[in-house]
Each structure stands twice: as structure tokens, then as C-alpha cells.
């Protein structure tokens, strides 16, 4: 089959199954993230309503605390509020006094001035009553036995709502904000309030609309309807119309629950108002909500369905005419140069688009793959040549150092024993051994400061100086200020190299030697135990011209051993990054120490790469060893 018509089948068949499995998804997603987006703006809306409510109340308490505030107020003056007292028993006609009627005038203003104040009053210690406007009816009461004097008396200073309550002068119910007066000893002498009715409350909550038939409640902490826009539901408990999940509407701050009302289905969005402590909730009925929710999927799907039919017509026509026919085009250039070889042959599709780039991408790697295999067989010719010339170099280096073994097989005094593996081809590690004279040898190893060709220049010209300045000066340290000074000439490169070295007197095991910046080489006793030798401190060759060195003094007994080596040895690492170690290298020392020292040598090499396993070598390796016999007969083992 063609590209074009599998390209066909293929977008026919993804619509199709678009169509029939992304309603149930999306249907579902819209629904919930409708849901969700209504839920939050109802949410919002209540937040908004709770600061116009809670402005209400607050308002109302920082009012009081202006009244209270006032000197008429609070007069201490018991004889000036005696009218309510004194007032006759039948009638209840009384004289108001002139403090009083200051008074009254204070209270009056203020409900007159604020249509959702239904009272202002004031209860004194001594059992007299100030109100803000006249009674309708004769009625005699003591405000101390009230529960709003009651409240107030309890919790002198503060600033309280009441629960709602039925006045005595009409069919009112009310809230009251009410505070107390104090005496300068803290003492209660009277308390002020200002009733709110909820009837104005109500008015405001009934003006608020949701939906067509969504309205909003106020609960008290207690699930009390305060204020709904049918009145009737006042006084009733939230349990009357809403018997379902009423835990979720006490344990929660805010949340929806959802409950049946006249066989309907019905939604509580509800939201605390931490201020109030109250609830503030709207009632929606779910059929308002799913219709809203099924007229925006049907909206969806209609236009996903119309989409995905344009978008399939169009994808048709455009892949037909961008994608199919270069790529045949593409095709049989391809089959060309397959069939041909012919590096020569372009592809002509016109670039700007992503076919276009990779016809003029292919092109370019048909020219670049012709060039390549003219480099690469240059290249191969020149690598061939440089391999060859490093291991000419590599064999020219350890032509360099003494390679074979036993070096002095008519000496029966000691034996020694060395072994080098550059981590390059070549490398700058360096040992030596020669003797003075019959009676002194002479024992040297280093490490440079790099590897490769640079390093192994650099080994040569120290092994030279070394070499040479050793058959004239029989002092190690005398031996490394020489080389030292010569190192500094024309060293650029500020490179440096730590040598350790030293002279073996043969008939006392005397050794005299100088450590120059290396590692501490292992002294092993015949009787047993292993130690590394004293550090002299001596700094490393070819850092400054005129440095001096210090020397110090082993005796070797029969049967010791002496191994030197580079920090190639105890800086290799195995695959987790773990060093070999000095503690190693002691437990492989320790180890072979009943053996030669060649033995020891290749025993402790081979030990190093079986640690390291495949970790590729990072330095040059070098062991050197001298076991010790002195006059007495040398023991093959």
C-alpha cells in the first residue's frame, strides 16, 4: 500500500476513534472543570457577601464604641436615670430629666441616620432603661434581667453579638451588638447596645439571586436560618430542608454538599465567616447547574466533530502535495546512488520545509561522506604512522632503564628487582641503578608531573642528570641540589618531578638517601612487619633554582627489603572510585615478603590491576625493589 493511502487510513481511522472515545472524557473533564469553575465563582461570591455582612456588624461596633465614647453616656449619675424607675405603675408615664434626654437625643440620631438599626438603649446598674425612642406599648421590665445586660456583665470591655431574640416592646426579632461601661476599678456600671432586626438583614440577603431559583441563607453556629429570602425558613434549622451531609457543613470552613429537596435534587455551596462564626450559604438546584454544564458539552463535541472533519479534509490535500510526493522523489534519488554508488548525484527538491532541509541535509552528507573517506584515508595512513613511531618511542624509553634482570649476576650481596607500566604509550615515570663503585650502589626512582611525550622528555633529561651527577657526587642530597639547579634551566613548561634516591653501602647495609617530594617507600624487616621510611620534607625538582636537600640514614640488615614505587600504585581505582591505598599496598607487602623480591614485585602489579578490574590506568606504575643480603650466602627462593 502507498504512503498517501496508508496516511489516509490512518487519519480516517484516529478521527474516528477520536469521535467515539473522546466524548465520554471530555464530556466527563468539561463537567467537572465547569462544575469546579462554578463552585469557585459561587465561592468568590460568598467571600464578597461575608465582607458586606461582616461590614455590617463591624460597622455597627465601631459605631458603639463612638456612643460609648460620648460624656452624656457615660455619666455616672444614677439619680439623673431614674424616669424608667420612678415612672407610674398604671400608666407608665414618666418624667424624662435633662440628662436623659441628652441621651435620647444621642441614640435617636444615630437610629434615625441608619435605616437597619431597629434600637439603641442603654441599661443602668442601678435598674433604669434609656432608649432611643419611645415604646409602643406600657411595659415595665429591669434590663438586668435581660439576657443582653447578662452578656455584657459577664464580659466587661468587650464587644459582643447576642443570640436573636424576641423584644418585649414588639414583634421584632433582634440581634444586639452591645459593650459595656466601666468604672476606672474595672467595674460594670451599665451596658450600651444597638439592635440590628433581622427583617433588614433580610431584605438585603433576599435582593441576592443565583441562577433562577438559587437564593442564599445565613446560619448560625448552631445551623439557625438568621436571614433567607422566603421568611419563612427563619428560626428554622438548616436540618429542616437539608437532612443530607450535614456534618460536612459544620466540620468544614467552606465545601459543597449536595441534598434532596421535593424529590429535586439541590446543591449547598457554603463559606464560614470566621468574624460572624455564622455560614453563609447558596441553595441551587443541581438541574440549573447540569443544564448549564450539557449545553457546553453538546457545544463542544459539535464543534470538535466539524473541527476534525475540516481539519481531515485539509491534512488529506497538504500531505498529498508536501509529504508524498517529495518523499517518492526523495525515494529515487536514494535508489539511485544505492544502485549506482554515484557520490556525484543531487537531490532536487526545492528547500523550506522540513523535506525540503532534509533533501539539501542529504545532499550535504553525500558530499561531506566523499570527503570523509578521502580524510578518513588520510587519516588512517597518518595514525598508522604515529602508532608506529610511539612504540619506536615506547621501546627507546625503556631502553632507557634497566630491563634486564638480574643486572649483576655475579653479586651475591642483594637483589634487585623493577617494574614499569606507562599509562600511555610513554610515560614519566623513571628508576635507575648502577654502582659507583664495588662497595656503593646507587638506586633512584621518580615521577614526573604529566604523562605522555611531554612527560617522557622531561624523564629522559632528569634520568640524565641524574646518571651523570651520581658518578661524581656519592651524597644523595648533594646529588639532588645539582639536578635540581639543572632542571631549572629553560623549564618553561614549569614542570617538576619528585625522585627518591639513595646509596647502598654493600658491607654494612648503610643507606643514605633523599626523598624529594615522593612517596615513602617500604622498609620490610626479615623478621617481620613492614614500615614506611622517614620523610626527609624535601621539596620536588623543578619547582625553585636553589633549594638544599637533607639525607638520612637506614641500615638494611641481612634479609631486608627495601620497594620504592610511584603513586600509581596506591592512586588506582577500582569502578566505585576506591583507591588502592598505602594500607593495601602494606597488606600485599606483608604478604610476599618470604618471597624474592621479584616475586613481591609482579605479585603486588598484579594485585593493582585485579583491583582495578576494567577502570582504565590514570598514571604511570613503577616498582622498584632491593632485598638486601649483605656477606651473608643469598637465599634462592
Not at 193 to 199: F, K, R
Not at 311 to 333: D, Q
Not at 398 to 424: G, H, Q, S, W, Y
Request: glycine share 6%; proline share 4%.
Amino acid at each position: 500500500m502507498k504512503l498517501k493511502y496508508k496516511i489516509l487510513l490512518l487519519f480516517a481511522t484516529v478521527s474516528l476513534v477520536v469521535l467515539l472515545i473522546i466524548g465520554g472524557p471530555v464530556s466527563y473533564r468539561l463537567k467537572n472543570e465547569r462544575l469546579k469553575s462554578i463552585y469557585q465563582g459561587l465561592q468568590g461570591r460568598l467571600v464578597d457577601i461575608n465582607f458586606v455582612v461582616t461590614s455590617f456588624f463591624t460597622d455597627i461596633e465601631r459605631d458603639l464604641d463612638g456612643i460609648v465614647a460620648n460624656p452624656y453616656v457615660r455619666s455616672k449619675y444614677d439619680d439623673g436615670f431614674t424616669s424608667f424607675i420612678d415612672a407610674d405603675a398604671s400608666s407608665f408615664e414618666y418624667h424624662i430629666g435633662e440628662l436623659e434626654k441628652k441621651i435620647i437625643d444621642v441614640f435617636s440620631r444615630y437610629r434615625n441616620s441608619h435605616d437597619h438599626v431597629n434600637s439603641v438603649y442603654m441599661g443602668r446598674k442601678n435598674g433604669s432603661f434609656v432608649r432611643s425612642h419611645k415604646r409602643n406599648r406600657p411595659t415595665r421590665y429591669d434590663p438586668r434581667d435581660r439576657p443582653w445586660y447578662q452578656l455584657g456583665r459577664n464580659n466587661p470591655g468587650e464587644i459582643l453579638r447576642t443570640e436573636p431574640y424576641s423584644s418585649v416592646t414588639s414583634t421584632d426579632v433582634n440581634i444586639g451588638v452591645i459593650t459595656t461601661l466601666l468604672d476606672h476599678d474595672g467595674s460594670v456600671y451599665g451596658v450600651v447596645g444597638i439592635d440590628v432586626t433581622l427583617d433588614n438583614l433580610t431584605r438585603y440577603i433576599e435582593k441576592i439571586r443565583v441562577g433562577r431559583n438559587g437564593y442564599l441563607i445565613l446560619l448560625d453556629a448552631d445551623g439557625t436560618i438568621l436571614a433567607a429570602r422566603d421568611k419563612s425558613m427563619v428560626f428554622q434549622n438548616i436540618d429542616a430542608i437539608c437532612k443530607d451531609n450535614l456534618n460536612n457543613l459544620f466540620a468544614n470552613k467552606k465545601g459543597t454538599i449536595s441534598f434532596s429537596k421535593d424529590n429535586h435534587k439541590h446543591y449547598l455551596i457554603f463559606s464560614h465567616s470566621p468574624v460572624l462564626d455564622w455560614k453563609i450559604a447558596f441553595v441551587i438546584p443541581s438541574k440549573e447547574i447540569e443544564h448549564e454544564v450539557g449545553v457546553l458539552i453538546i457545544q463542544v463535541l459539535i464543534v470538535l466533530t466539524i473541527s476534525l472533519f475540516l481539519l481531515s479534509v485539509i491534512t488529506i490535500v497538504g500531505l498529498e502535495y508536501f509529504v508524498v510526493k517529495p518523499l517518492s522523489k526523495l525515494n529515487e534519488s536514494t535508489q539511485i546512488i544505492a544502485s549506482t554508488g554515484e557520490l556525484d548525484h543531487q537531490i532536487q527538491i526545492p528547500a523550506g520545509d522540513e523535506i525540503g532541509n532534509l533533501a539539501t541535509s542529504f545532499n550535504h552528507m553525500i558530499r561531506d561522506l566523499k570527503l570523509h573517506i578521502e580524510k578518513l584515508t588520510e587519516t588512517t595512513a597518518s595514525k598508522e604512522k604515529i602508532e608506529s613511531e610511539l612504540r619506536i618511542a615506547h621501546d627507546i624509553q625503556m631502553d632507557l632503564l634497566p630491563n634486564v634482570f638480574p643486572p649483576f649476576p655475579d653479586r651475591t650481596d642483594f637483589d634487585i628487582f623493577a617494574e614499569i607500566e606507562p599509562a600511555k604509550h610513554v610515560g614519566g615515570d623513571l628508576y635507575d641503578f648502577f654502582f659507583i663503585d664495588d662497595d656503593h650502589l646507587f638506586f633512584v626512582i621518580g615521577d614526573v608531573s604529566d604523562k605522555g611525550v611531554p612527560a617522557a622528555l622531561f624523564m629522559a633529561r632528569t634520568k640524565a642528570l641524574i646518571n651523570l651527577t651520581a658518578k661524581s657526587h656519592y651524597s644523595p642530597d648533594k646529588i639532588m641540589e645539582v639536578v635540581n639547579r639543572e632542571l631549572n634551566i629553560n623549564n618553561d613548561s614549569m614542570m617538576f618531578v619528585t625522585v627518591f634516591c639513595g646509596v647502598l653501602t654493600m658491607k654494612t647495609g648503610e643507606v643514605w638517601y633523599t626523598n624529594a617530594g615522593h612517596n615513602p617507600p617500604l622498609i620490610v624487616r626479615s623478621e617481620g612487619g613492614a614500615a614506611f621510611l622517614k620523610q626527609t620534607g624535601d621539596t620536588a625538582l623543578g619547582f625553585e633554582t636553589n633549594l638544599t636537600f637533607k639525607k638520612t640514614c637506614v641500615i638494611l640488615n641481612p634479609g631486608d627489603i627495601l620497594l620504592m614505587y610511584t603513586d600509581g600504585v596506591t592512586e588506582a581505582f577500582d569502578k566505585n572510585n576506591t583507591a588502592f591505598s598505602k594500607e593495601r599496598l602494606m597488606e600485599e607487602v606483608n604478604f610476599h615478603s618470604r618471597e624474592s623480591i621479584k616475586k613481591m614485585v609482579l605479585g603486588i602489579l598484579k594485585r593493582v590491576k585485579t583491583f582495578s578490574g576494567e577502570e582504565p590506568q590514570s598514571d604511570d606504575i613503577t616498582l622498584l625493589g632491593i632485598k638486601y643480603f649483605g656477606s651473608s650466602p643469598k637465599e634462592l627462593i
